[in-house]
Structure formats: C-alpha cells, structure tokens
C-alpha cells in the first residue's frame, strides 16, 4: 500500500522560511520522480517542485528563486524548503509521486498524493 505522509507544516510569519518532508512507502521510490504541489484557497492544486531520480529538478518559475527540494533514495524522503514566504504562500501543501514522461510539474502526471499538509502565513 502506498503512503506519503507529509510534516513540517504550520504558521509562519512573512519572511520566514520552512521545510516540509515526506516520507514514502509501498512503491518504487528511488525509480520515480516525487515533490510537491499545492492548493491555494479557492484554487486548483499547482505543482511548486518536483525532482527526478538523477536529482534533475523542475521548479515553478515564479518560486525558483526561494524553493529548494531535496531527494533522499535511502530514507525514501523528498524535502522542500521555501524562504522568504508570504501570506500569498498560504496553501496546503501535497507530497507527490510518479512516472511521467519528463520532470512534469503538471498533476495528472502523479498518481500518488499525500493527504497535504497545512502552511499559513501571518503576521
């Protein structure tokens, strides 16, 4: 059975930083490309990083400069940090897996998700 299960969430003042991790299970962990995506309030679910099993990363444009995401093959974990964080970061934040045909930032290339973790951003 798969599991992502995501931590590192909670509340956090603009300009802060915070690092989200995932731990996966139940599938080909190191053979896939895993990351993250999330949700804006009222929004669609957007993809923020995702990196390949040669660590070949692809990040969203508009958060390239303040998103860092790490792979870890031997604990089956994928990180990501995010610096300088603003209210409009506010988000839920999804752990992802799969094997699309290119380091896809698209959703419907991932068929596993975790069940997301919460980031607010407030003074």
């Known amino acids: 059975q798969v599991h992502l299960v995501e931590s590192g969430g909670g509340s956090v003042q603009p300009g802060g930083s915070l690092q989200l991790s995932c731990v996966a299970s139940g599938f080909d962990f190191s053979g896939s490309i895993v990351g993250w995506f999330r949700q804006l309030p009222g929004k669609e679910r957007e993809g923020v990083a995702v990196i390949s099993a040669f660590n070949v990363r692809n990040i969203d444009d508009s958060l390239r400069d303040r998103v860092t995401i790490s792979r870890d093959n031997t604990k089956s974990t994928v990180n990501l940090q995010i610096d300088r964080l603003q209210p409009d970061d506010t988000a839920i934040y999804y752990c992802?897996?799969?094997?699309?045909?290119?380091?896809?930032?698209?959703?419907?290339?991932?068929?596993?998700w975790g069940q997301g973790t919460q980031v607010t951003v407030s003074s």
């Open positions: 992802v897996a799969g094997r699309p045909p290119y380091i896809s930032l698209r959703r419907i290339h991932y068929e596993y």
